[in-house]
């Protein structure tokens, strides 16, 4: 019986082995099941924040959108008044052109005590506004411009004096 003693006495250790491993393993188990439950709340909160996420940036990719093509309107109205404005700045280029051609026979013709009155030009005569001068007219004019030159030298008006001034000083 001895040997059978012994073989039941392995058997019960063994036996008792496996029960204390299999508390073991259960108590495994169910830290393993706590932990699933939490990995599931877990996962659940990512999908959701992904969720969110994805919302976020469809909404950030259609305000983009819309900003783009307010920004693209906005550009095209700047560069519309960037044109005009260069069209304006030519054109006051030109108007001052002129005007400085005026003012130089402005002062021209002050110095030289003429009136500032504009010459004809030649579309003028031809279409019949004013008539040409003929030669003994001519002649007499230019005398009379010249006695008109001498006398307005010696007697410059003020305001002329003034004018000859700040034209000078616009130089």
């Known amino acids: 019986m001895t040997v059978e003693l012994m073989i039941d006495a392995g058997l019960a250790v063994l036996l008792v082995v496996t029960i204390v491993y299999a508390i073991v393993l259960n108590r495994k188990l169910n830290q393993f099941r706590n932990l699933r439950e939490e990995m599931q709340g877990m996962v659940g909160d990512f999908a959701k924040a992904t969720q969110d996420a994805e919302k976020g940036i469809a909404s950030l990719q259609e305000r983009s959108h819309t900003l783009g093509s307010d920004l693209e309107t906005h550009v095209s109205a700047v560069e519309g008044r960037v044109s005009e404005a260069r069209s304006l700045a030519d054109d006051l280029v030109f108007l001052v052109e002129k005007g400085t051609s005026v003012a130089d026979r402005l002062e021209t013709a002050v110095s030289r005590g003429l009136s500032a009155s504009p010459q004809p030009s030649d579309g003028d005569v031809q279409s019949g506004k004013v008539e040409p001068l003929s030669k003994k007219t001519a002649g007499t004019a230019g005398n009379r411009e010249k006695k008109q030159a001498s006398k307005s030298a010696e ?10 001034k700040t034209l000078d000083g616009i130089r």
């Not at 007697?155 to 000859?164: D, F, G, H, I, T």
């Open 155 to 164: 007697s410059v008006s003020p305001e002329a004096r003034e004018l000859l």
